[in-house]
Structures are given as structure tokens and as C-alpha cells.
């Protein structure tokens, strides 16, 4: 069985930083990229970033280039998302999806972690 699981997220204060973990299991996690996404009640899903699956290319949407840091470790199975200077428009759902950058299409998804930021 194929799992994503988020975790890290929580309250913190505007300003403040957090680092998501996306730990994955069933699946040949070398051969996926991971992206991460976020929906905000009342808001579509908005895409955040994409690491490929050798590290090579990463990508940010303009709303965090700067901001946010994506990584991986393969040893561990596990992608992360390091958010910096988080203001209140940052608070949302955080998923983490397995599939390919460059198709954006995604095959496996995680439950979710919560991320709000007071102000």
C-alpha cells in the first residue's frame, strides 16, 4: 500500500518558520517527484513546489519562490518543505503528492497537515 504521510505542521506566529515532512512508503520513491500543495478554506488547491526525483529540478510557484525551500532524502523516503517567513495568507491544508513535475499529474496523495499562522 502506497502511503504519504504529512507531518511538522502546527501553529506558529507571523514571521515564523516551519519544516513539513512528506514521508513515503510503497512506492519506488526514486522514481517520483514530489510536489506540494496547499487549500486554504473558501480557496482552490494551489500548487507550491516540485522536486524531481533526482533533486535536479526544483520548481516554485511565485507566491513562495524565495520563501520556501523543498528537499529530499532519499535514505529516508522523505521530502521536505522548509516555509520561511510565514504571514496569516499562508495558513491552509498542506498536501504532499507523488507523480511527475513536468506532467504535473500526480499519482498518490497524503492526508494532509494543518498549517496556521497567526498574525
Known amino acids: 500500500e502506497v502511503q504519504l504521510v504529512e507531518s511538522g505542521g502546527g501553529l506558529v506566529q507571523a514571521g515564523g518558520s516551519l519544516r513539513l515532512s512528506c514521508a513515503a512508503s510503497g512506492l519506488p520513491f526514486d522514481d517520483y517527484a514530489i510536489a506540494w500543495f496547499r487549500q486554504a478554506p473558501g480557496k482552490e488547491r494551489e500548487g507550491l513546489s516540485c522536486?524531481?526525483?533526482?533533486?535536479?529540478?526544483?520548481y516554485y510557484a511565485g507566491a513562495v519562490k524565495g520563501r520556501f525551500t523543498a528537499s529530499r532524502d532519499t535514505a529516508k523516503n522523505t521530502v521536505y518543505l522548509r516555509m520561511d517567513n510565514l504571514s496569516p495568507e499562508d495558513t491552509a491544508v498542506y498536501h504532499c503528492?507523488?507523480?511527475?513535475?513536468?506532467?504535473?499529474?500526480?499519482?498518490?496523495w497524503g492526508q494532509g497537515t494543518q498549517v496556521t499562522v497567526s498574525s
Open positions: 522536486i524531481s526525483s533526482s533533486s535536479t529540478n526544483i
Open positions: 503528492a507523488a507523480g511527475s513535475c513536468e506532467s504535473e499529474m500526480y499519482d498518490y
